[in-house]
Nanobody, 121 residues
Framework: QLVESGGGWVQSGGSLRLSCAGS????????IGWFRQAPGNEREGVSC????????DYLDSVEGRFTVSRDSARGTVYLQMNSLKPEDTAMYYC????????????????WGQGTQVTVSS
């Protein structure tokens, strides 16, 4: 089980940092993907960091604005989101899978409950 935190309401151009932690286990040995889902839309891959800390951004729209990172000492993964836009509004989820990243939500073995991000114009 994963636990996300850090979501909230922010004005356009603002920043948020999302956290993903394991409930009773470290995330250091897993690929952690960040996905988002807006009402009526499918869950889409935003960014991912694999077990070797190789990073992949899946959305062109977040490149240069979002950064995924890992704190190995804490066993936690973060998604730093800068220059937020109203179109970034969604529920954000982290998911885990063995070793390497996947752009497909179906490729992940477990998810957190999500954290809501709302960006107003």
């Amino acid at each position: 089980q994963l636990v996300e935190s850090g979501g909230g309401w922010v004005q356009s151009g603002g920043s948020l940092r999302l956290s993903c932690a394991g409930s009773g286990f470290s995330l250091n040995d897993y690929a952690i993907g960040w996905f988002r889902q807006a009402p009526g839309n499918e869950r889409e891959g935003v960014s991912c960091i694999d077990f070797e800390d190789l990073k992949t951004d899946y959305l062109d729209s977040v490149e240069g604005r979002f950064t995924v990172s890992r704190d190995s000492a804490r066993g936690t993964v973060y998604l730093q989101m800068n220059s937020l836009k109203p179109e970034d509004t969604a529920m954000y989820y982290c998911g885990w899978r063995d070793f390497h990243c996947s752009p497909y939500a179906t490729g992940y073995s477990g998810w957190g409950q999500g954290t809501q991000v709302t960006v107003s114009s």
